[in-house]
Nanobody
């Protein structure tokens, strides 16, 4: 599976962005998809994940109520709608694909494939 993230950019605090992650391959619908982010000097951290069917989602506490993950298996694409953005949301955002059980969705080790990242910068 190859992943291509896009949609990052510069936005003012309080604004919105929608990230997309397009996947190659015919097995996309069998993968759990996740979003992680990494700010300069910090470790990569979990943001959100969605089950293969889209019926189950998880969010980091820091983004709950502001971000929404979704997927379109017909388009081999997963999305991350980010609203009410804050300067502390600034980071490189990575999408990932894996087949881990839900307990492991929060960890980078739960994913087998990673996209190249897209930069999100939120100005105050």
């Amino acid at each position: 599976v190859q992943l291509q993230a896009s949609g990052g950019g510069l936005v003012q605090a309080g604004g919105s962005l929608r990230l997309s992650c397009a996947a190659s391959g015919r097995t996309f619908s069998s993968y759990v998809m996740g979003w992680f982010r990494q700010a300069p000097g910090k470790e990569r951290e979990f943001v959100s994940a969605i089950s293969w069917s889209g019926g189950s989602t998880r969010y980091a506490d820091s983004v709950k109520g502001r971000f929404a993950i979704s997927r379109d298996n017909a388009k081999n694409t997963v999305y991350l709608q980010m609203n009410s953005l804050k300067p502390e949301d600034s980071a490189v955002y990575y999408c990932a694909a894996g087949r881990a059980y839900s307990d492991n969705w929060y960890y980078t080790s739960g994913y087998d494939y990673w996209g190249q990242g897209t930069l999100v910068t939120v100005s105050s």
